[in-house]
């Protein structure tokens, strides 16, 4: 069973950046894709991006596309998430989660994923 911790978030001003973190530990990191999610406050979870096991193939949804970049290093058993232009919609906890999966494209809905982390805040100032 695969461990999952988030870091990287913070206050940062509109127009900013951030990279998140997900760690995992306790399993064969290459065997999952890995979700990042997130959910601001009255809203519900939504999916942000997706990689595949081996880092190729990703997905976005069209609220991030072209601002965030979900990457992979299964070295370090480590998924991140490069977050460019940030505005205040953006403010949320995000989190990533785990599948055991080698499906093509990975999996993007949240119930989908099966082991989660504990989230981290990213708050945007206008």
């Known amino acids: 069973q695969v461990q999952l911790v988030e870091s990287g978030g913070g206050l940062v001003q509109a127009g900013g950046s951030l990279r998140l973190s997900c760690a995992a530990s306790?399993?064969?990191?290459?065997?999952?894709?890995i979700g990042w999610f997130r959910q601001a406050p009255g809203k519900e979870r939504e999916s942000v991006a997706a990689?595949?096991?081996?880092?190729?193939?990703?997905r976005y949804a069209n609220s991030v596309k072209g601002r965030f970049t979900i990457s992979r290093d299964n070295a370090k058993n480590t998924v991140y998430l490069q977050m460019n232009s940030l505005t205040p919609e953006d403010t949320a906890v995000y989190s990533c989660?785990?599948?055991?999966?080698?499906?093509?494209?990975?999996?993007?809905?949240?119930?989908?994923?099966?082991?989660w982390g504990q989230g981290t805040q990213v708050t945007v100032s206008s």
């Open positions: 989660a785990a599948k055991d999966s080698d499906r093509f494209p990975p999996p993007f809905l949240e119930y989908e994923y099966n082991y």
């Open positions: 306790g399993g064969t990191f290459s065997n999952y894709a």
């Open positions: 990689i595949g096991r081996i880092g190729g193939l990703t």
